[in-house]
């Protein structure tokens, strides 16, 4: 009796390893091609174009070329079309033989074409599979997509990895904003009027084709609109509470060819909604904490009557920043990306249920007050000038 | 009757791991898109009320100790309108059972083996809590003590690292629905919270019976503020549309979590603690159909009807609901209902009878 059931004991113990191994879902990563980048593009017919950069593994490598190295690219582009983005996805299985592997893909590009004619759609695929992650970037670029998967990568060995790195430290500069899937559908959800992608494209100065985030691009619901050039964008990121860093230019006082370097060590951008006699009225209060990084011209401004000056300057400048971006979203695309209407919401939610479907109307005609504060912390190792 | 005692902290501990595995499924999506930022009150109105309706459980276990609830409804309503009523709480059970299995291996399906067919996932399952039935009271008493960690601590560790990502500002406006709203929307959270009729039963083996009240209030309160928190992150860093709009909020909460650049891809802690917790749930609701069939007609074992029990639960697992839309719809539109009947009227009237029949002094 003990023995037979020893024997059963035995039998079990061995017969479970072939259930937890998970026949059914098992993946080897020699069947598989890793996704670093993927582009979307229109392509012929209203189809789809869906183009991949894969990563050459070692092991494809050597299989393909014989060990040979320098010139040797560490990436693959491939591309297919189909009527949706997932028919193209499974029609690219055709051409690649290895199932694409797409969780530690980076970003994805959008094509000019594609975002204009809205970019939900396209999204819908990647929010809904489980394999894809919430925090693949999201960029949008002003040509085809496909030709920024053929850009050359220069610090890093992959261009993918190098538009990662691009995107996280955007806040040295703020110059331009870095967007993620999550990010994406937040700003596209219900009933927003607009969003503000990355924009990316290829650098016009560099011959070898090089990556470059330029600005950002504008987007009414979800159809791609304009561009907003770095400025602008950092105009935007003012209100949006998003500068971490970056640097203001503006003249010197007294000597107007030479110019003074500020840098952005803090700030913090809120925007008040008021409502008096049915008119709307936005307070975009911005606090910079700045110091003095770098002045061309000759003066001493190590003294609080000139340093209440270069505040000045300074709030004026980023003063000008915040209206361009104001008139522009108001005047030229009569889309509240600055997200005045969600501000409302929270603080009038009875109002804003009366005004929501006329805000496209209600909003370029809001009255928008601009107040900087700054400070300026300090100035550095050096106290004037030679 | 078992001769089996569990002791006040496994009895919290079985329904803090029952009810925070069946809340932390699907329930946030339908909570945050029905009360947008009032979500809380609403959980706060489900506490209140099922604390109270826990008293009504804890009166008749004490009038009538050393049995469950299978027993006495017999007692109170006599054998056949109690042998009636014991088999709608049977049902009521097999209906939790094959619910939470359609809700585990949906979940599984989509996220994780999504080659591997259902049926399959279901089988495996199955297999497992039979096992842990079988075993008895006392192992699924101690299978909830190790249980109950393995999902507060992944679930912590997800609510700390996405502390990052919050935006206070996504929490207005409150107050935007009125209390008879709220009410209604907090219907189908009591009637989940609900499933702590299994307190009937397990009372029963309670070593120390008095204090079952005092373990029940511990567990919905803990899971109330797990809950609670977990739909302010929700709400804080992911607004309520897009919350609203994902069927596995929690799982996606995971995967945006990324601390420097290394605590990345934690997805596997919400499989470990969704799968775990569920199997509690599983094995509670196996255990309480099986004890229930053999009580009511009067089988000394409850072993013997195990097996069968599981086949019957596997075959109706592949017929119970055609897709994922059809069980959110039911359990949204239908299911609040059916639950408060067994979970509310038909307790609250047990003790009403009983109060009549047994008048009012006994113990």
């Known amino acids: 009796m003990r023995k037979g059931k020893r024997v059963i004991y035995t039998l079990l113990i061995l017969v479970i390893p072939l259930l937890i191994s998970g026949c059914w879902d098992r993946k080897e990563l020699e069947g598989r091609a890793i996704v670093t980048l993927i582009a979307i593009d229109k392509g012929e017919n209203n189809q789809i174009k869906f183009s991949v950069q894969i990563a050459r593994t070692s092991d494809s490598q050597a299989s393909s070329n014989g060990g040979s190295s320098g010139g040797e690219k560490s990436s693959i582009i491939m591309s297919g079309t189909g009527d949706t983005v997932f028919d193209a996805i499974r029609n690219l299985i055709l051409k690649a033989g290895r199932k694409l592997y797409y969780p530690h893909n980076t970003a994805i590009i959008l094509g000019n074409d594609i975002a204009r004619e809205g970019i939900l759609p396209e999204l819908d695929l990647f929010n809904r599979d489980a394999e894809m992650r919430p925090l693949t970037w999201i960029l949008v670029t002003p040509g085809q997509a496909a030709d920024i998967l053929e850009a050359q990568s220069t610090l890093e060995s992959l261009s993918a990895k190098q538009l990662d790195m691009m995107l996280t430290d955007f806040g040295a500069s703020s110059k331009t904003v870095a967007t993620n899937l999550l990010d994406t559908m937040k700003q596209l959800a219900y009933d927003s009027p607009g969003a503000v992608l990355s924009n990316i494209e290829l650098d016009p100065s560099n011959p070898k084709k090089t990556l470059l985030l330029n600005g950002a691009a504008v987007f009414r619901r979800d159809k791609l609109i304009g561009r907003l050039d770095p400025l602008e964008t950092r105009g935007y990121l003012w209100v949006k509470d998003k500068v971490n860093a970056g640097i203001i230019t503006f003249p010197c006082p007294g000597e107007e060819t030479k110019k003074i370097s500020m840098e952005i060590k803090k700030a913090k951008g809120k925007i008040e909604p008021d409502i008096s006699e049915g008119k709307f009225n936005f307070t975009i209060t911005v606090n910079v904490v700045s110091r003095l990084a770098e002045q061309e011209c000759l003066t001493d401004l190590g003294n609080p009557e000139e340093l209440m000056k270069l505040k000045k300057s300074q709030n004026e400048v980023i003063e000008k920043e915040i209206r361009n971006i104001v008139d522009k979203a108001q005047d030229k695309y009569g889309t509240d990306i600055l997200g005045f209407g969600t501000e409302l919401s929270r603080k009038f939610p009875q109002e804003w249920q009366k005004i929501k479907d006329n805000w496209t109307e209600e909003f370029p005609k809001a009255e928008v007050n601009i107040v900087v504060n700054s400070k300026i912390s300090d100035i550095g190792l050096v106290k004037k000038p030679l | ?363």
């Open chain 2, 1 to 363: 009757m078992e001769k089996v005692k569990i002791s006040t902290r496994q009895f919290t501990c079985m329904l803090f791991s029952l009810l925070l595995s069946s809340l932390m499924f699907g329930l946030p999506r339908i909570l945050i898109e029905q009360s947008k930022q009032d979500v809380w009150q609403v959980m706060l109105i489900t506490f209140v009320v099922d604390a109270l309706l826990a008293i009504v459980y804890f009166i008749l276990g004490m009038r009538y100790p050393q049995q469950t609830m299978f027993e006495y409804s017999e007692t109170v309503l006599g054998p056949w309108l109690g042998k009636i009523i014991g088999l709608l709480f049977v049902l009521f059970f097999g209906y939790m059972l094959l619910v939470t299995l359609k809700i585990v291996s949906e979940f599984v399906f989509t996220v994780l083996l999504t080659e591997t067919p259902e049926l399959f996932i279901n089988f495996i399952l199955l297999l497992v809590s039979f096992y842990a039935v079988n075993a008895g009271l006392e192992v699924i008493a101690r299978l909830s003590e190790i249980v109950a960690p393995l999902i507060l601590i992944p679930l912590l560790i997800i609510l700390t690292f996405s502390l990052n990502r919050v935006e206070l500002e996504n929490l207005r406006p409150i107050f935007q629905h009125s209390i008879w709203q709220l009410l209604k929307y907090s219907l189908l959270p009591i009637s989940m919270y609900g499933v702590c009729i299994v307190m009937g039963i397990f009372m029963a083996y309670h070593n120390k019976p008095k204090e079952s009240l005092k373990a029940k209030w511990i567990a919905i309160g803990s899971v109330t503020v797990l809950s609670i928190m977990t739909l302010i992150s929700l709400i804080t860093i992911f607004g309520t549309s897009y919350s609203s709009q994902q069927i596995y909020p929690v799982f996606r909460l995971a995967q945006i979590i990324k601390v420097g650049n290394f605590f990345e891809r934690i997805e596997t802690l919400v499989i470990i603690f969704q799968i775990a917790g569920a199997f509690v749930g599983l094995v509670i609701f196996y255990y309480s159909s099986v004890l229930g069939l053999a009580q009511i007609f009067k089988i000394q074992r409850y072993q013997t009807l195990t097996p069968y029990f599981g086949v019957i639960m596997l075959i109706l697992s592949k017929f119970v609901f055609n897709n994922i839309a059809e069980r959110h719809q039911f359990t949204e539109t239908i299911f609040p209902y059916l639950a408060l009947f067994i979970e509310v009227f038909l307790i609250i009237m047990l003790l009403i009878v009983s109060l009549i029949r047994h008048g009012i002094k006994k113990t």
